[in-house]
């Protein structure tokens, strides 16, 4: 099949690389030109692991192409994919000013019966609108439809090739079918509703996913108080099948470009209807607040943040992506600076990307070597589980006494800590 793929984020790149790596020819189309000219030459712009070997793969072989013409990717695509970013408006709820400005630039270059397909994560009601857009420019015969996208980052890849299911929403059995067609090779279940229903579905999966990390650090904030550990019920529950011990480790709150938006959405959209006092307010609030409480409970304990040294572990949003959206670092770092500690940054990736604020702040240094950064710490605080920080050995970082270990994500074995001779800190743990 001929494929396009508008947007070359993460979701349109690995999107564009799986579809390719099942014979397809595909196209990715962006306006950036400073992008499209990395991936021509194999570069992808961010970090994901297995992206650019698949990516130098699909290349050679001719089935991946990247381009900035509206007119050569979408002339002869028979399904067009739209993932370009869907960011928060002031109100809260998507600014679909990019969606908008797809359609409109591939109108005029639609054949008959293309698809137009949007992985972006919209609200209901924006394919009507999208329809209506294109049709202003073009007499062409088109259908659309919702393919939500549920990759990670950091396993985007693996994700993509082994999805838990593929939801489509369409309207017309013509258009089930191909789209059905082109994922048959990921070999998942696809189910096929309505495109109200997928885009709703996918706001749904992340703001279930947020509401969970949010109960579980709720129960760890109650352990702290009654000598329980969270990790312990967290095994003790997880036996429950109707609950499961997967996927709420309890930490400093969920970060990255998706949940907190994703909830802020729906939280707007609840607003909108009139639903003031909804759960997904509580949530997002919740979440806002959680590490300037974290950091004002440890300030307690450790005698004070004033002129305290503290390593900050871990500056991406989560291991293994150098992507620093909403990552914990850019609300842990400014508030220990504002409480007079200095800051020693540490990430395997995301050291080039700190914002500018930050790299220029006198109190604050950054690097890629872990051993710089615990030099003469009082506080080590492991923010992120990069595993090159769970799996290092932080015997030799030891000069004083007390000094203090911060395990934001219960990563660390506790006692080896404090054999180590660290007070150790955990979440929701005696
Ligand atoms: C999330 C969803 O998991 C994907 O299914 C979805 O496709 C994607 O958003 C999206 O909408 O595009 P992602 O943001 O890449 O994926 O990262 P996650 O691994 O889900 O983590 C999100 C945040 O939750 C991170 O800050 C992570 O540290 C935190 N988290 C995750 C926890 O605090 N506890 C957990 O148990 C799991």
Redesign the pocket.
């Known amino acids: 099949m001929k494929i396009c793929i508008i947007g070359t984020g ?2 349109g790149v690995v999107s564009a690389a799986v579809f390719a790596s099942f014979g397809n020819h595909v196209i990715g189309l962006d306006v950036d030109e400073t992008k499209i000219a990395k991936l021509k030459k194999g570069v992808v712009p961010f970090y994901e692991p297995g992206l650019t070997e698949l990516l130098l793969e699909e290349q050679a072989s001719g089935n991946l192409e990247f381009t900035t013409s509206y007119e050569t990717a979408i002339k002869d695509s028979e399904v067009i994919f739209i993932a370009v970013g869907t960011p928060s408006s002031p109100t809260g709820q998507a600014d679909l000013k990019f969606v908008w400005a797809v359609g409109e630039s591939l109108a005029s270059y639609l054949q008959k019966d293309a698809i137009v397909v949007v992985k972006s ?1 919209v609200p209901p009601g924006t394919l009507p609108k999208l329809e209506e857009k294109i049709r202003a420019r073009t007499k062409v015969k088109f259908t659309t439809a919702a393919v939500p ?6 396993t985007a890849v693996q ?1 993509t090739l082994h999805p838990d299911r593929i939801v489509i929403g369409a309207r017309d059995e013509k258009t089930f079918e191909k789209l059905a067609a082109l994922h048959a090779p990921l070999k998942a279940p696809i189910v096929k509703i309505s495109p109200e229903s997928a885009q709703m579905a ?1 706001y749904a ?2 703001a279930y ?2 509401t ?2 949010t109960f ?1 650090n709720q129960i760890a904030d109650l352990c702290e108080k009654n000598g329980a550990d969270v990790q312990e019920i967290v095994e003790a529950i997880g036996y429950d099948r109707r609950i499961g011990n997967h ?13 907190p938006k ?1 909830v802020r959405e729906l939280a707007a959209y609840s607003r909108a209807i009139g639903e003031d006092s909804n759960l997904l307010n509580k949530i997002n609030d919740l979440n806002e607040h959680r590490i300037p409480k974290l950091l004002d409970q440890y300030d307690k304990i450790v005698g004070g943040w004033k002129r305290k040294k503290v390593a900050v572990l871990g500056l991406s ?2 291991p293994n ?1 150098d992507d620093m959206r ?1 990552a ?1 670092s850019l609300k842990v770092i400014p508030d220990l600076l504002e409480k007079g500690a200095t800051v020693k940054g540490f990430d395997p990736k995301a050291v080039p990307i700190v914002p500018f604020f930050l790299q220029e702040h006198k109190n604050a240094t950054y690097t890629d070597k872990l051993v710089e950064a615990l030099e003469n710490v009082d506080v080590i605080l492991a923010l ?1 589980e990069w595993p090159e920080i769970t799996t290092y050995d932080f015997s030799g970082a030891r000069h004083k006494q007390p000094q203090w270990f911060i395990d934001s ?1 219960n990563q660390f074995n506790k006692s080896q800590i404090q054999n180590w001779g660290y007070t150790y800190i955990g979440i929701g743990r005696p």
């Open positions: 993460f979701v994560t996208e549920f990759l990670k980052e950091g994700d996918k999966a992340n996913l947020a969970r990390i579980i996927y709420w480790y309890p930490g400093f709150g969920y970060g990255g470009s998706c949940f994703d949003f989560k992506t909403e914990p992120i994500r």
